[in-house]
């Protein structure tokens, strides 16, 4: 079993900043994948950012369109814990933001769907005000 434990979302205006962090615990070596999602209401759970590694240590991320070049999906793995620093936040970012693992080396393309995931976090509220 993986716990994880998001932290760091809150209010900002829009054009702000915020970094949202995903503490690991558990079986964390059986992680290939760590992901963020975020559900707006009345919408469905959508996929943000994932971050995958190799067994040599190289790390590869991935983004969804509408965060590209906002976003930055990053790993401390002596922490055991994936960050999203978000800039230039839009009240359209406002979403619960939820982390997952994923224990399935897999394609990019797989990594962008929420059943690739084995386990969630619990998700932090990130409103964004115009």
């Known amino acids: 079993q993986v716990q994880l434990v998001e932290s760091g979302g809150g209010l900002v205006q829009a054009g702000g900043s915020l970094r949202l962090s995903c503490a690991a615990s558990?079986?964390?070596?059986?992680?290939?994948?760590m992901g963020w999602f975020r559900q707006a209401p009345g919408k469905e759970r959508e996929f943000v950012a994932t971050i995958r590694w190799d067994g040599g240590g190289a790390n590869y991320a991935y983004y969804a369109d509408s965060v590209q070049g906002r976003f930055t999906i990053s790993r401390d793995n002596a922490k055991n814990t994936v960050y999203l620093q978000m800039n230039s936040l839009k009240p359209e970012d406002t979403a619960v933001y939820y982390c997952?693992?994923?224990?399935?080396?897999?394609?990019?393309?797989?990594?962008?769907?929420?059943?690739?995931?084995?386990?969630w976090g619990q998700g932090t509220q990130v409103t964004v005000s115009s």
């Open positions: 558990g079986r964390t070596f059986s992680s290939a994948a």
């Open positions: 997952a693992a994923s224990t399935a080396y897999t394609i990019a393309s797989q990594l962008r769907q929420a059943g690739t995931y084995d386990y």
